[in-house]
């Protein structure tokens, strides 16, 4: 059965560390998201088509957002969130450190950390079986 992640009761997801040059890990957050029915809306600093040039560009209904950038670049970008509409910020593996937690914390933004491919009931085989042995070890 799966689990329960309440970062996915969002609907309307902003993506950092999504490229229109390159395939990126939130590429394929982005791509299983939509399939999923969620509304998504990439930023990249490019603002070619398709993309949001920044995050004050977002529109109000993205109430959360994915992150998968370098702790550095998710400094700028958490700064610029907390006087938006974002309440919830799932931070993947290695976006993140303890002082942008602590901003988030500060500024009343609900986090989550770690792989959000294994939450997404449409993932491969592997995120599904990745998560199975999370949960697995969480709950001793």
């Known amino acids: 059965m799966p689990s329960k992640c309440e970062f996915l009761d969002n609907r309307d997801i902003a ?13 394929s957050v982005n791509d299983l998201l939509i399939k999923a029915g969620y509304k998504t ?9 398709g993309y949001f040039k920044s995050p004050d560009r977002l529109p109000a209904e993205a109430q959360a957002a994915y992150i ?11 700064n610029a969130l907390v006087e938006g509409p974002i309440k919830s910020i799932w931070f993947q593996n ?34 599904r079986w990745h998560r199975a042995i999370h949960e697995f070890f969480s709950s001793r």
């Not at 040059?21 to 939130?26: G, I, Y």
């Not at 998968?68 to 958490?78: E, L, M, Y």
């Not at 976006?95 to 500060?106: G, I, W």
């Open 41 to 49: 809306f990439p930023v990249h600093p490019s603002g070619t088509a």
């Open 94 to 127: 290695g976006s993140f450190d303890r002082e942008v937690l602590s901003q988030c914390d500060r500024a009343g933004i609900r986090t989550f950390t770690g792989c959000l491919m294994m939450h997404l009931p449409n993932a491969g085989f592997i995120h």
């Open 68 to 78: 998968a950038t370098q702790p550095g670049n998710t400094r700028s970008i958490v």
């Open 15 to 27: 993506i950092f560390g999504i490229s229109p040059k390159r395939r990126t890990f939130a590429s």
